[in-house]
């Protein structure tokens, strides 16, 4: 089991970026996908990007497509969601997911219960 811990969130008016962390305890397993999600008051859960520790198999949710970078930094066992051009409608809180994948080049699903390790979330708020 993977420990997860989210940073970076914060308040900021729209048009903002912010850059969240999420720090991983190990990599016991060899490849994990690594997945950020977000949900806001009274929705699902949505997936936004993942990635495999490989260093394949983007996905990016077209709700923040080419506005989210998803990357990472395996030596630090650091997950990253750079968030450029912010909208009042991303507010929400925001969690990065790990799943153990046989492969490094294993397709990283973006439904929620691809993911087995979560960690206790970070809030964003975006002010118009």
């Known amino acids: 089991q993977v420990q997860l811990a989210e940073s970076g969130g914060g308040s900021v008016e729209a048009g903002g970026s912010l850059r969240l962390s999420c720090a991983a305890s190990?990599?016991?397993?060899?490849?994990?996908?690594m997945g950020w999600f977000r949900q806001a008051p009274g929705k699902e859960r949505e997936g936004l990007a993942s990635?495999?520790?490989?260093?394949?198999?983007?996905y990016y949710a077209q709700s923040v497509s080419g506005r989210f970078t998803i990357s990472q930094d395996n030596a630090k066992k650091t997950l990253y969601l750079q968030m450029n051009s912010l909208k009042p409608e991303d507010t929400a809180m925001y969690y990065c997911?790990?799943?153990?994948?046989?492969?490094?080049?294993?397709?990283?699903?973006?439904?929620?219960?691809?993911?087995?390790?979560w960690g206790q979330g970070t809030q964003v708020s975006v002010s118009s």
């Open positions: 990635i495999n520790t490989g260093g394949g198999n983007l």
């Open positions: 190990e990599y016991s397993s060899s490849y994990y996908c």
């Open positions: 997911a790990a799943a153990v994948v046989p492969l490094a080049n294993s397709r990283c699903a973006p439904g929620v219960r691809t993911y087995s390790d």
